[in-house]
């Protein structure tokens, strides 16, 4: 048999990816990848422009990688498994960022970006987060039935906090999340999108003016420092301010969102975290979330640049890498019987943030949202449910963040 046969019959096997989740059991993770996963911590899949870069679906060789020196997150070496070829195709024109560069100069940026998460800074807005929650359950609750909790509910919370860690003018408020929801809007056209991302990029830049002349304890005043100590532009700054606002919305709104319907459909766990007053076990319970759910769904990408001897197998310098959080998640030898939502189990070592240097920027803001805001729900509506049936829900299959669309509720 030639050798080119030979590799078609070994190539035809391999599967591709990405892998969509099941209609008929929505919370797990697509159930081929779970299946590859208990065969091995790492296999070959193929992508959309043919190649076969490695897929990682065990958790500890995921944590391995995450935190290996030779994996790359340089978007421009060859072999890096692009998402699409719109990537591919624009992979010079976008600038360097946290996410696309290794080592040092990611070091760089993100000491840029760490100081307002810290948990100290975090733990400060604690109060801010009730009292939007609170704020946002008060309107559901005076308002009609159903209600949908995710725009009454997952995309407000996350969009005001992050509003408020920025240290918008609270005067602002309106004009800034109405530009936000703009610029992010699943159905705005390309020019309403723009219009929306330029007034915002205007809006950013006269901000840390300001904040270069009257600084305080917010975001936008430890670029402004930056700025003044000569590091970055302003335009730099507000180009971070303005991702830091992206990166942070979808994200926790799809988290609060589908956290929420995973609370519903599991009554027993949902009254746990409700008696609860123990922070520990609130804490535990929204990374056991995080686990159950792993909403970033397209995989971390990644290239190696040296070979890699792990797990029994050799990636090789050049191939790619895809680290897939939620089968590394739902690995039996990690969490038993992975498929049962369990806050009693220690779920701290869960991924949904990744690990490693790369790591979530905003975990620590992300965790106390979701802390108080399933908390906060459960308790002031105890009688909480699906004004919908289950199979009706609308999931986001078709995006980077797994979530719902809405999310109808009555009481
Ligand atoms: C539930 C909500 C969130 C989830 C599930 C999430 C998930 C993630 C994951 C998996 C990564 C790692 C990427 C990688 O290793 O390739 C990441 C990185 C990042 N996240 Fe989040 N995130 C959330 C909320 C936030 C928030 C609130 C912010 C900021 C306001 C934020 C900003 C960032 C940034 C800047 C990075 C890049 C870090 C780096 O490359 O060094 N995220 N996030």
């Not at 699409?84 to 976008?94: P, Q, Y």
């Not at 975090?122 to 704020?135: H, K």
């Not at 779920?347 to 990744?354: P, Y």
């Not at 729900?377 to 829900?393: G, H």
Request: glycine share 6%.
């Amino acid at each position: 048999m030639s050798d080119t046969l030979a590799t078609e019959h070994v190539s035809a096997e391999v599967p591709e990816y990405p892998m969509e989740r099941a209609a008929r059991c929505p919370f797990a993770p697509p159930l081929p990848m779970l299946e590859m996963g208990e065969a091995k911590p790492l296999s070959r899949v193929r992508i959309w422009n043919g190649t076969t870069p490695w897929l990682i679906t065990g958790h500890e060789v995921a944590r391995a990688l995450f935190s290996d020196s030779r994996v790359s997150v340089d978007d421009r070496r060859d072999g890096f498994p692009h998402w699409n070829e719109h990537m591919l195709s624009t992979v010079n024109k976008r600038p360097r960022s946290v996410f696309t560069s290794d080592a040092e100069e990611h070091t760089r940026f993100r000491r840029m970006l760490s100081k307002p998460f810290t948990f100290k800074r975090v733990e400060a807005l604690r109060t801010a987060i009730q009292e939007v929650t609170d704020q946002c359950i008060d309107e559901i609750l005076s308002g009609p039935q159903p209600a949908d909790i995710v725009a009454k509910l997952a995309l407000p919370v996350p969009t005001k906090v992050i509003s408020e860690m920025l240290g918008v003018p609270y005067e602002d408020h309106e004009f800034f999340q109405h530009h936000a929801n703009v610029g992010l809007a699943r159905y705005a056209s390309a020019e309403e999108g723009q219009k929306g991302a330029m007034s915002l990029h205007k809006y950013l830049i006269d901000l840390v003016e300001k904040k270069m002349e009257n600084p305080s304890e917010d975001a936008v005043s430890d670029l402004a420092e930056r700025v003044t100590a000569g590091e970055i532009s302003v335009k730099e700054a507000a180009q971070l301010g303005t991702g830091l606002l992206i990166a942070g919305h979808e994200t926790t709104a799809n988290m609060i969102g589908i956290g929420v319907l995973a609370l519903l459909e599991n009554p027993e766990q949902a009254a746990l975290l409700r008696d609860s007053d123990d922070p520990k076990f609130i804490a535990n319970a929204a990374e056991e979330l995080m686990r159950y759910l792993s909403i970033i769904q397209n995989g971390q990408r990644r290239v190696a640049i040296e070979d890699i001897e792990i797990a029994g197998e050799t990636i090789r310098a050049g191939e790619g890498i895809i680290i897939d959080l939620a089968p590394a998640n739902w690995d039996a030898s990690a969490y038993p019987e992975p498929d049962k939502l369990d806050f009693t189990r220690d779920a701290s070592q869960q991924l949904g943030f990744g690990y490693g240097r790369h790591q979530c920027v905003g975990q620590q803001l992300a965790r106390a949202e979701l802390q108080i805001v399933f908390h906060t729900l459960l308790r002031r509506i105890p009688t909480l449910k699906l004004a919908i049936p289950f199979d009706e829900v609308p999931f986001k299959h078709d995006r980077l963040a797994y979530g719902v669309y809405e999310l109808p509720v009555t009481w």
